[in-house]
Nanobody, 119 residues
Framework: QVQLVESGGGLVQPGGSLRLSCAAS????????MGWYRQAPGKQRELVAQ???????NYADSVKGRFTISRDNAKNTLYLQMNSLKPEDTAVYFC?????????????WGQGTQVTVSS
């Protein structure tokens, strides 16, 4: 089992910044990628950014150039630096980890952290 705990959400004005953190614990071997997803009211959950075990990153077009995903393996923590925030970034942000357990893949999710961008 893998436990994921997000933190760092809050209320910020348009143009501001926030950094989300996701602390992973438990049996964290064979996690081949981690990412951030978000879900706004009335919308489907969508991928925001993802990072592989080889540090290959992938971003949604809507956040490219503004958000940066990174991780600290020593601290088992995933980060999402969010700059130039817009009202449309308002959502609950979820941390995700995908673990290879042959022959299948197990997806783990955090409880989510609210990000509100408003003046």
């Amino acid at each position: 089992q893998v436990q994921l705990v997000e933190s760092g959400g809050g209320l910020v004005q348009p143009g501001g910044s926030l950094r989300l953190s996701c602390a992973a614990s438990g049996t964290i071997l064979n996690i081949f990628n981690m990412g951030w997803y978000r879900q706004a009211p009335g919308k489907q959950r969508e991928l925001v950014a993802q990072i592989t075990s080889s540090d290959i990153t992938n971003y949604a077009d809507s956040v490219k150039g503004r958000f940066t995903i990174s991780r600290d393996n020593a601290k088992n923590t995933l980060y999402l630096q969010m700059n130039s925030l817009k009202p449309e970034d308002t959502a609950v942000y979820f941390c995700n980890a995908n673990q290879l357990r042959v022959p299948t893949v197990i997806a783990y999710w955090g409880q989510g952290t609210q990000v509100t961008v408003s003046s």
